[in-house]
């Protein structure tokens, strides 16, 4: 048995709860009328104990937040609430000693029910006394915080998830500058020096011919390199994104994947007027890249068209691939993780997003954005 729980003898459990509160509590606690008032709560457990911390009544929001009838649960100490950490470190003999000292005490934190199952709960015990300064018990009020607290969670998940993914968009932006400005300079000096080379290797008529070949090799490989380094860095930023803006970034990312994919890759853009905030233009880019992305991975179309336009309060995004199409279910919006983080960006700007699609009818994409929540700020400016 916890070492926080009484050694005296527990009152028998066949003792009506009436006679245990009347006999430990002043005569006001025990009216039928209070009583009858407090029983009617619901959404807070209200129960009573006595000097030892065992339970003398029990309404009816106590029984359903911790699970007990008040037959099962009058009588027993009310350590049985407490995790076994808590009652192993002394927490509730420690939580009536403050009450009982300092008059009222509040406590968060888990809690046990009758099945065994944790609950966060908001606690205040306050001691009550006689006319006469001597303790006849404590009133516990018992809070059920788990929605709450779970909701307080995902708040903070969100603004990490936020949080995240500014930092790799900065991340990527670093890494785009340096691919595009140290890298590409490099090479574009290595070419220079190859085409100085070269130049020597003709004016020489004694430079072999075959070291002339190897020059233009090497110039023709740099210019791949080159060119490979310039796609790699406007794939993680494209400089026009900061520079021309989002129509421009969207134009780009376009012939990208007609390109890269043979996609036939078409831009309607009736909302270039319309002046965004960085934040706003960046997960818009996003967007419409994982979703040409996701085309060429899973749809096997040979046209996409992206649109945008503004209507009336809102910015709305258009994607529409020709492709196979799929079957919309809840356990694969799951396991895409392209769509899912189409749906936090949208979110992140308090907007909303739906998927259409079935066999063979391809695949469509629809996005509204406030306005308020994607224009530029004369700070951005």
Not at 105 to 134: C, L
Not at 151 to 163: C, F, G, I, K, R
Not at 343 to 355: A, K, N, P, S, Y
Request: net charge negative.
């Amino acid at each position: 048995m916890p070492s926080d729980r009484p050694s005296s003898p527990l009152p028998s459990s066949s003792q009506p709860s009436d006679e245990l509160a009347s006999s430990a509590f002043p005569l006001t606690l025990s009216d039928p009328h209070f009583g009858a008032l407090i029983d009617a709560v619901q959404d807070y457990a209200i129960f009573m104990l006595d000097p030892d911390g065992r339970v003398v009544s029990w309404n009816r929001g106590a029984q359903s937040i911790k699970g007990y009838t008040a037959g099962e649960i009058i009588g027993q100490h009310f350590s049985v609430f407490y995790t076994p950490d808590d009652v192993a470190s002394g927490k509730p003999r420690t939580e009536l000693l403050l009450a009982a000292s300092e008059g009222r005490i509040e406590d968060e934190g888990w809690r046990v029910r009758k099945d065994g199952s944790h609950f966060w709960a908001n606690a205040t015990i306050t001691a009550i006394r006689a006319p006469d300064g001597s303790l006849r018990g404590f009133a516990k009020v018992t809070r059920d915080m788990t929605d709450r607290l779970r909701l307080v969670e995902l708040q903070h998940a969100s603004a990490l998830s936020s949080h995240v993914q500014s930092a790799r968009e900065e991340e990527r932006t670093r890494i785009a500058r340096e691919l595009h400005d140290d890298l590409g300079q490099q090479l574009v000096a290595l070419k220079m020096d190859v085409a100085l080379l070269d130049q020597a290797a003709t004016e020489d008529g004694k430079t072999a011919r075959h070291t002339i070949a190897q020059t233009i090799a090497l110039q023709v490989q740099i210019d791949s390199i080159i060119a490979s380094a310039r796609r790699i860095a406007g794939g993680l930023r494209p400089p026009m994104l900061d520079d021309l803006g989002l129509g421009a970034a969207l134009e780009w990312l376009a012939a990208e994947f007609r390109n890269r994919y043979g996609l036939a890759v078409s831009v309607q853009n009736a909302a270039d007027q319309l002046a965004l905030s960085p934040t706003a233009a960046t997960a818009i880019f996003r967007i419409a890249q994982e979703a040409l992305t996701n085309v060429t991975r899973h749809a096997e179309a040979t046209r996409v068209r992206v649109q945008m336009r503004v209507e009336q309060d809102e910015l709305r995004m258009h994607v529409e691939d020709n492709g196979k199409g799929t079957t919309l279910d809840r356990n694969r919006g799951k396991e895409n993780f392209g769509l899912l983080s189409m749906q936090e960006r949208v979110r992140q700007l308090h907007g909303r997003i739906t998927f259409d699609s079935a066999p063979g009818d391809g695949f469509r994409i629809d996005i509204c954005f406030p306005i308020d929540a994607v224009k530029a700020n004369q700070d951005d400016n």
